[in-house]
């Protein structure tokens, strides 16, 4: 299975600033990557999907960029609302995988 | 538009069967889109468990394969999940979603159920 590695963990950031998390695969993907957004005792909500595109309805702050092995979700200014924890998923081949999570906390 | 709606026994004896059924409801069925499940332990991320495609077509994690059988209804316009020899370690939040492969030529998890919390107890 392809293990999908996210960085960091866990982030603590201030409201306005713009922050980056990033996913890599164990092995090529092309651009089979969606990113999604979960809140507690939520659903997980899909943001990018593509690597880079934008879903309906997702704030134009979140975008989502690479290919291959090496993808980055970037928010360019956070709002209170964006504080989650943010997942990445492939579905480039089976069993389509996850990352572990990135938590995203105020500082 | 879509929405989804998980339903089933909150609490399994060990050794049980899992038994959960998503509801499919403003869409078909049978539309061109495959339907999943993934799962979330208390406190974890998220695990892929499998999907059905409305000819009955499947894909299972291998991690699970061996234990899981996902059916479809299309009469009812829904989809079932059935995990065999359940432990702890099968306690968690289950959802349905859709994988959508409307995306051009890409495809995403669009529409996900609430989620059901299943405990695996005695």
């Known amino acids: 299975a392809i293990q999908m590695t996210q960085s960091p963990s866990s982030l603590s950031a201030s409201v306005g600033d713009r922050v980056t998390i990033t996913c890599r695969a164990s092995q090529g993907i092309r651009n089979d990557l969606g990113w999604y957004q979960q809140k507690p005792g939520k659903a997980p909500k899909l943001l990018i999907y593509a690597a880079s595109s934008l879903q309906s309805g997702v704030p134009s702050r979140f975008s989502g960029s690479g290919s291959g092995t090496d993808f980055t979700l970037t928010i360019s200014s956070l709002q209170p609302e964006d504080f989650a924890t943010y997942y990445c998923l492939q579905d480039y081949n089976y069993p389509h995988t996850f990352g572990q999570g990135t938590k995203l906390e105020i500082k | ?122």
């Open chain 2, 1 to 122: 538009q879509v929405q989804l709606q998980e339903s089933g026994p909150g609490l399994v004896k060990p050794s049980g069967t899992l038994s959960l059924t998503c509801a499919v409801s403003g869409g078909s069925i049978s539309s061109s889109n495959w339907w999943s499940w993934v799962r979330q332990p208390p406190g974890k991320g998220l695990e892929w468990i499998g999907e059905i495609y409305h000819s009955g077509s499947t894909n299972y994690n291998p991690s699970l394969k061996s234990r899981v059988t996902i059916s479809v209804d299309k009469s009812k316009n829904q989809f079932s999940l059935k995990l065999s020899s359940v432990t702890a370690a099968d306690t968690a939040v289950y959802y349905c979603a859709r994988r959508n492969t409307g995306f051009g030529e890409s495809n995403a998890f669009d529409i996900w159920g609430q989620g059901t919390m299943v405990t695996v107890s005695s």
